[in-house]
């Protein structure tokens, strides 16, 4: 069963969104699309000054955007300060959305001593182990495994074939795309006469409300306490994060990164894709970390950080990678900077 | 039921792969190995100078390489001009293949609205979703996960454990490894009062014939247009597209790289082992970019690519990256250079 | 059914592990945690010197250390040379293990040509193929999908939604985590009139005894021979290990980190999270390569091994970052070094 959405006139959306007007207020629309794709009965938006040059072709029947950028548009107009997240809201109304079926799938694996709620709806083919307590209205798709002693919180949707291991605890509306484990042992090994000894890890994972995990990522539960996401924190595909890391509220972190153990990175926090944290680091709040950086000391003060090298043409590169390793004697033969300090690496 | 393969002379083979036959044509092979593996019953190959030194000291009864490369080796030869190709050709014979068994497993959860072709396999604990199809000879292996929507096209073929999260259509002979996710939210977010709002994910992922996607890569699905694949492409393992990329027939991209939201990547492009390509960029054809390598502005000229810094003992490159810090410093005391000027990063 | 820990002395714990008590050999405790976190009945450890500062406050019954971080402390203390192995030792009787559950779950779909120990315990919602082998005591979590020729070795365990292909042969006491795919196709291609081929892939996967394969990392099975891990590997989550790639015993690598197709490393190195080795190099044994490197050319001499550049607030490294691109023509004005020689780079 599908919920359908109907025509909206550019009159409407600017009442119940708060947007300015401009044009035509009977303009009316039945979906969104992108400025060069839209068609006369949908609305598109104008957020990313690299598609401005869209806006002379588009068929769109509304656009959003912002006034600086609506000078010379003819067309009907929803004046926002934020085009993308105005755009957002409005695109939610015409989101086709699959009605929750409440229920346990016949084919389940469910402990006894597992608690249901009855509004929750599990599909085909989950387990779901000892203790563990799904509640009001959560989702769990087809072949979630649940191990034993977790919660799924209410209103929380697991996409198919997540995997709790153990010990994890999801507050309320957390969203886990396919694919994802959070509750692995962490990586703890100690080295005891020449092998490997694994330690144990015996804490678990505790995901604040209204968090979004993506597909293949993966937490790893705590060495002794549990690592921790607070409220709305956003972490894109196959994201690694290590145990006992602690991840401030709203910090959202880009597909591919990486957490080492015992990392505390604050709220606010944008992590780019493919970037890394070292181990036992410390994150002040409001900090901003380049794609494929790597963060090798703790960062005190908010703002935007940085490593690796430009992209060149491969001959060019080879160039400057040959000088990179001569830098020191090349500075040296220079003079009159400071000794090149190891400490200076941390 | 598996088919088993025969004994091959290299006369036979050098009359059905078209190639030069060299030596004694009444030797027979049974199987293919490497150069140094290989039994006298056994093809090898050479392609890779790497290799050549293990000319000498094999006991293949067949060994395929270049004219250039054979001169001085006194055994029955198979001449090519890409060894690779012709070894690909003559190895696939020998490959066992499980055949196809049509039909449903007993054990699924196949929405009624669902259309399988009744050639298609369909595992154990396989879930298909509300108006999904899948078409003749298509393959899915056990405990798939297929939303609503998708379209498995002929002859395609799913590993364990894939997921078609929702709109994922895919075309003839693509071939998907265990653990994919495809047409999962891509990770659409805008920040309103301090708190982040999910932007709905409407389109779909389109992927074109003849693709191949690796274990645990994950293709998110478009917020409002497709993300597609064209025809040919072939990802690795754990490689992340996100929502709305365009990749061009025939690229190839190894292993954990990675392609940002709306990026627009050629055809004929090689993209290297944890590679990554910043969202919204343009790369033209015939794009070549090397491991690891960070691509931050469109590429308009075929080429080879890179970013980074070259593989040094630790010692010596805690001497020149502390000496990186300072470059600015230097090249200004040398003088003579132009400015670095911020737009030179883009 | 789970074991309860119970209490323990600081003298019986000296007495069973070997260590030096000072202090209450009458104080006992009745689990682990950090020093910051310990209740007075909690035992405690300090290796990492980050921490010595929380020895002041940390209510631990019980803190095992070095014999040098002691002195200023007046609390009851095991002395171990190595606090984090003696930690790790002890932390484990107080892990709760799951007892298990000989026997196939009613819900599985396993090939009458499997041969599954009575001892074995396989969980539900498992698929397992034509001629595999699972061994006494082993444990197969939900919703794996065992492909054919596969061997589980005696003791071994898979958590939930592993993957194996096929012909992947485990040692005994492997422990694989949550998602892994081991023995999914090697990427190997041949372009053949402007489109790609696909190489067949003949081999499958060994791993060695005491292995441990973290969550979501993919292990492809060989082209020709077998990829091979030796014994007591461990491997973090979401590595990627390419075809016929050989990892020597006792090697451990960091989430994320990747090795390209048959590349060969040797025993007792330590690869670091993110960083990548290139197809067909050598590792020799006891090499560290530090987070995010790529190795680029093979590495003979033990030690630690590093590429990047230092972690920058963001304006300061465009401007050293626009400078690299400079660096020959700089090292060039500069004059009196050996010129950038592309051999240099391997």
Known sequence: MTLSPSMQTAAQLASRYALELRGDGAAAVAGVSTLAGARPEQLAFLANPRYRAQLAQTKAGIVVMRREDSDDYAGTVLLAEDPYSAFARISAQFEVIEALEPGIHPQTAVDPSAAIDPSAQIGPFVSIGPRSC?????????????GPDCVVGAG??????????????????????PGAVLGADGFGLAMDGGRWMKVPQLGGVCIGDD????????????????TVLEEDVRLDNQIQIG????????????????????????????????????????LCDRVIVTAMTLVTHSIREPGE?????????NRSWRRSAARFRQLDKLARRLGGLPPADDKDQE
Do not use: F, Q
């Open 134 to 146: 799904v509640e009001a209205g959560a989702v769990i798709g087809a072949g979630c495994a649940i």
């Open 156 to 177: 929380s949707t697991l996409g198919p074939r997540v995997t709790l291991v153990k010990r994890v605890r999801l507050g309320k509306r957390v969203l886990i795309h």
């Open 211 to 226: 968090c979004e995990i993506g597909a293949n990522t993966t937490i790893d539960r705590g060495a002794i306490d549990d």
């Open 243 to 282: 145990h006992n890391a602690h991840i401030g509220a709203h910090t959202a972190m880009a597909g591919c990164s990486a957490v080492a153990g015992s990392a505390r990175i604050g709220r606010y926090c944008l992590i780019g894709g493919g970037a890394g944290v070292l181990g036992h680091l410390e």
């Open 305 to 313: 950080y940085s490593s690796g090298t430009p992209l060149m043409d």
